[in-house]
């Protein structure tokens, strides 16, 4: 059975500040792994996909990496912002259209 | 943003009653899936619906139905309600997308409150 585990659970920095949210998995036989935000109370905006055969995505100030042997992926916010301030999710996928097993999520918060 | 659309977006119950969530997804989106978001927690898969058709279920009691009509739209109908079913209802639909790969696309959830 997958399991997906993120830290930290939540994390507060100052504004301006580079940071980077962990995500493990416990199988590694995985078919893509995406990164989500939330914001409180809404719905799941996807930011990255990362297949299981790439190594890393980008987007603006975001990157995720994907090592899938070691079961682990990071996703690195740079120059960070007040406005980035969610729970950031990261989710693993067994099979093309299969379930997403989530891992908790890290509640950021960043201060101006 | 997906196009996937939820109803309704918050309703309260009362324990022992019977709930129903609707989720429309984008047009030509033919699979469903719904999940569970408790509080402070990640959602849990309940189950996914493709061509009228449960073909994979989570952990879930049987007091969790689904159905799917001929045009993708979906409902989730949870019975008996305990309190312990409060949470934020996602539907999601996946598509082949952009990233070469198959991406689900989340709706903004159903808020239900069991008091």
């Known amino acids: 059975k997958q399991e997906v585990t993120q830290i930290p659970a939540a994390l507060s920095v100052p504004e301006g500040e580079n940071l980077v949210l962990n995500c493990s998995f416990t199988d590694s036989a995985i078919y893509n792994l995406q990164w989500f935000r939330q914001d409180p109370g809404k719905g799941l905006t996807s930011l990255l996909l990362i297949q299981s055969s790439q190594r890393e995505q980008t987007s603006g100030r975001l990157n995720a990496s994907l090592d899938k042997s070691s079961g682990r992926s990071t996703l690195y916010i740079a120059a960070s912002q007040p406005g980035d301030s969610a729970t950031y999710l990261c989710?693993?996928?067994?099979?093309?259209?299969?379930?997403?097993?989530f891992g908790g999520g890290t509640r950021l918060m960043v201060k101006p | 943003d997906a196009g996937v659309t939820q109803s309704p977006t918050h309703l309260i119950k009362t324990r022992g009653q019977q709930v129903t969530l609707r989720c429309s997804p984008k047009s030509g989106h033919d699979t469903v899936s719904w999940y569970q978001q408790a509080l402070g927690q990640g959602p849990q898969f309940i189950f996914q619906?493709?061509?009228?058709?449960?073909?994979q279920r989570g952990n879930f009691p049987d007091r969790f139905s689904g159905h799917q009509f001929p045009n993708y739209s979906s409902e989730l109908n949870v019975n008996a309600l305990l309190l312990g079913d409060s949470a934020l209802y996602l539907c999601a639909t996946y598509l082949f997308g952009t990233s070469g790969s198959y991406e689900q696309y989340f709706g903004p959830g159903t808020r239900l409150t069991v008091t």
């Open positions: 619906y493709y061509e009228e058709e449960e073909r």
């Open positions: 989710a693993v996928s067994g099979n093309a259209g299969n379930m997403l097993t």
